[in-house]
């Protein structure tokens, strides 16, 4: 590996630079740990390690709004970068936090950076974030309530189904508030609202980046939806400029379905986006 330099926002080489600038992923998938199978809808470590290697560098502040199990801020750990997630769900926190202790512990404790899981709704962000603080954001928001039936599969995948008198089948978590649970307008419009939040406490030229997958049902006649398309159009509203996509190609973890069969034809959804936001350097008010 090249020699890091100061002389770049991120400490990259002119060669590091070159030979990470693909726009399509296919080195990032890896299997899931015990605990993130727990959550049942995290990324790969390796994908939280090469967003944040790309757009900060030692000593930045990393945040993610949606951390679930603590894939981001254990990342940052091992990075050495300062990092804050947001997790509404305790289970998670308490799991986050654990194998953030552990990550802490190695190499005889003598880690520089500090992080830190708090468990809250993260429409209060700004309660735990400075303005102007944070150098990259990276996250991936709970998917809104798409299909009944569809969730009712995704449920019983990442969460154990619940005895849980409160627990619903097809829901995320018991929260009314979880973003999971929300219909597809009332998730757009909250969406936006941490969009804004998080624009606020970003650094002048700092980054935010969201990993999204397109949604498609045949069974309930939903052929496509764009989810990134209007990630991509949220984050404009609220004032960031569209500055990368990256697409994460997972064919090789994902087996191919038959489907539409003999009538209709249809692509297998193997693949996510990383959507990539930057605050200008100079925001008008």
Known sequence: MAKATDETFNGLSGKEWTLLSKNVWDDVSSPREAYQIEHGSTFPLALAERVIRLYSKEGDLVFDPFVGVGTTVIAAAKMERDAIGIELQKKFCDTAKRILDEEKTDLFGQKRSRQAVVCDDCRNLLEYVDRDSVQVTL???????????????????????????????????????????????????????????????????????????????????????????????????????????????????????????????????NCAFLVVFRKPERVTA
């Open 139 to 269: 996250t991936s928001a709970p998917y809104a309530n798409f299909s009944r039936r569809d969730r009712s599969r995704v449920y019983k995948r990442a969460i154990s189904p619940a005895s849980d008198a409160n627990a619903k089948p097809g829901a995320f978590s018991i929260f009314s508030e979880d973003f999971g649970n929300l219909g597809y307008e009332e998730y757009t419009e909250e969406l936006k609202k941490i969009f804004k939040k998080v624009f606020d406490v970003t650094k002048p030229g700092g980054y935010c980046v969201w990993v999204v997958k397109d949604y498609r049902d045949t069974q309930s006649g939903i052929p496509y939806v764009s989810v990134h398309s209007d990630i991509t159009n949220f984050g404009v509203s609220a004032g960031w400029l569209h500055h990368d996509l990256i697409i994460w190609d997972q064919n090789d973890q994902r087996r191919l379905m038959l489907l539409g069969f003999p009538n209709v034809f249809y692509s297998n959804q």
